[in-house]
């Protein structure tokens, strides 16, 4: 069964910094783009950031220079560094992982079970 285990979440004042992690378990095959969503209260969730297995990146305009998507092939985690925090900025995090669990095998979605992020202002 492969599943993603985020952590790193909490409560912190703005311009403060959180990292978040996301790590891989279970097995499988190939381990493809990786990326961080967030969903605000009473919003539609939305792509924070991802990776490409080649490390390519691609940022939300609303978190370009503040925040650093990054990952650890070897221990196959994700991490989200998250530098000058906002208020609009809280949310509930969710590690997204392409995976492919046999070779030759189908390529699916996985989540996380999301990591509350919340900026007091």
């Known amino acids: 069964q492969v599943q993603l285990v985020e952590s790193g979440g909490g409560v912190v004042q703005a311009g403060g910094s959180l990292r978040l992690s996301c790590a891989t378990s279970?097995?499988?095959?190939?381990?493809?783009?990786m990326g961080w969503y967030r969903r605000a209260p009473g919003k539609q969730r939305e792509l924070v950031a991802r990776?490409?297995?080649?490390?390519?990146?691609n940022y939300a305009d609303s978190v370009k220079g503040r925040f650093t998507v990054s990952r650890d092939n070897a221990k196959n985690i994700v991490y989200l560094q998250m530098d000058s925090l906002k208020p609009e900025d809280t949310a509930v995090y969710y590690c997204?992982?392409?995976?492919?669990?046999?070779?030759?095998?189908?390529?699916?979605?996985?989540w996380g079970q999301g990591t509350q992020v919340t900026v007091s202002s």
């Open positions: 997204r992982a392409l995976i492919t669990k046999v070779a030759g095998g189908l390529t699916y979605d996985y």
């Open positions: 279970g097995s499988y095959f190939g381990l493809w783009d």
């Open positions: 990776i490409e297995a080649g490390s390519k990146t």
